[in-house]
């Protein structure tokens, strides 16, 4: 079984700064992919980034990126240049056989003007 | 044009009662989804579908259960539903079942048990 543990319930960034969503995993899979998700108020689930864990390589997609520490099994999510609309749920999920993702409790960010 | 499409967004119902969610999705999908979110924000999967294989939950109770007409169609059933089954609920999609590919989620149906 996967498990998957985001250790930050709450965290808060200024405008234009940059912040960093930690998560940490344990798997017994040798092949498995790792998500960041976004879930804005609006309750709809957003793919924000994902990770190959054969790839050494760390993700990006433009103002957001990840570090991948394979061995430390650790995927946190660094957002650069913060805005107002990158506030929401975010939630770091790790894939099994079957596609099925496993999800971590989320971390809420806040986005001070 | 919607990827993964739920209804309804929200269902309000009583105790004992049967209810289905819809969700249907337009992407060519082989493998749909259900998980469970539930007051706490907590994500967890329910059922996973695709033409071969259900694969189940152990946690799920039996009152749930999927049903698929066809390939674009994961219809959810609860039966005798509890007050614990209050949460929103998401459909899925995925190409394939390896994990490489993305799921695309519906908007979630928020059901509230009274």
């Known amino acids: 079984a996967q498990t998957v543990t985001q250790s930050q319930p709450e965290m808060s960034v200024q405008e234009a700064e940059t912040v960093t969503l930690s998560c940490t995993y344990d798997t017994s899979e040798s092949d498995y992919y790792l998500f960041w998700y976004k879930q804005p108020p609006s309750r709809q689930m957003i793919l924000v980034i994902r990770?190959?864990?054969?790839?050494?390589q760390n993700a990006t997609e433009n103002r957001f990126s990840v570090n991948f520490q394979k061995a430390a099994k650790s995927f946190s999510l660094k957002i650069s240049d913060s805005q107002l609309g990158d506030a929401a749920m975010y939630f770091c999920a790790s894939s099994q056989a079957g596609n099925m993702l496993t999800f971590g409790g989320g971390t809420r960010l806040m986005v001070k003007p | 044009d919607t990827a993964v499409s739920q209804t309804p967004k929200y269902l309000v119902t009583q105790m004992g009662n049967d209810k289905s969610i819809k969700c249907e999705q337009n992407?060519?999908?082989?493998?749909m989804y259900w998980y469970k979110q539930d007051s706490k924000k907590f994500l967890k999967i329910m059922f996973s579908y695709n033409n071969k294989e259900l694969i189940i939950n152990e946690t799920v109770p039996n009152r749930f259960s999927p049903k698929s007409p066809d390939k674009a169609h994961l219809n959810l059933h609860i039966n005798s539903l509890e007050l614990g089954d209050s949460a929103v609920y998401f459909c899925a999609s995925s190409q394939e079942s390896s994990g490489a590919t993305e799921a695309f989620f519906g908007q979630g149906t928020r059901l509230t048990v009274v």
């Open positions: 992407l060519g999908h082989d493998t």
């Open positions: 990770q190959e864990a054969y790839k050494q």
